[in-house]
């Protein structure tokens, strides 16, 4: 059975081009995508994920104020019975200069994969076939 994912743009950020183009991405590897588009609240992520059964939910933020928009994501996530690997990538924080302590901010907010914005499709696609194929469901998660 294929992995589940959902998949948006968080807060008031706009791009799309990548979330279309790791969509596409997905769906050729397999996985059944539910897009939510841009400007995604965490309970439209919420939503999506448990009506879907999501095993990863994946987050995109380039305009620099992630840390912003997720605060308290993962509480929601949990409100909403969501079991799910989360994913975060993009341009995540404004003049960020050390994207090791940008990962680890992330981290402890409670994802499990924090990718920077030249991370390919191909690196992400791998990270989810090991992350859903371990999932918390079955064993501990893998986490990098």
């Known amino acids: 059975m294929a992995a589940t994912v ?4 968080i807060g008031s950020d706009a791009h799309v081009v990548g ?20 400007q995604t609240s965490q309970e ?24 912003q928009d ?11 019975g969501v079991d799910a690997v989360t994913y975060i990538g ?6 960020q200069n050390d994207f090791e302590e940008t990962r ?13 914005s030249e991370t390919s499709p191909e690196e992400a696609i791998r990270a989810l076939e090991m992350d859903c194929a371990h999932s918390e469901r079955d064993t501990e998660r893998v986490t990098a």
Do not use: K, P
Not at 105 to 116: A, E, H, I, L, P
């Open 44 to 67: 439209e992520f919420a939503e999506s994920a448990a009506t879907h059964d999501a095993d990863a939910v994946l987050v995109s933020s380039l305009y620099g104020h992630a840390e």
């Open 19 to 38: 979330i279309t183009i790791l969509e596409q991405a997905l769906s050729a590897a397999g996985f059944e995508v539910h897009n939510l588009g841009v």
């Open 90 to 95: 993009g341009n995540l924080a404004v003049g």
């Open 6 to 9: 959902t998949l948006g743009v």
């Open 70 to 80: 997720c605060r308290g994501f993962h509480e929601t996530l949990t409100e909403a």
């Open 104 to 116: 680890r901010t992330f981290r402890d907010m409670g994802f499990d994969r924090v990718f920077d």
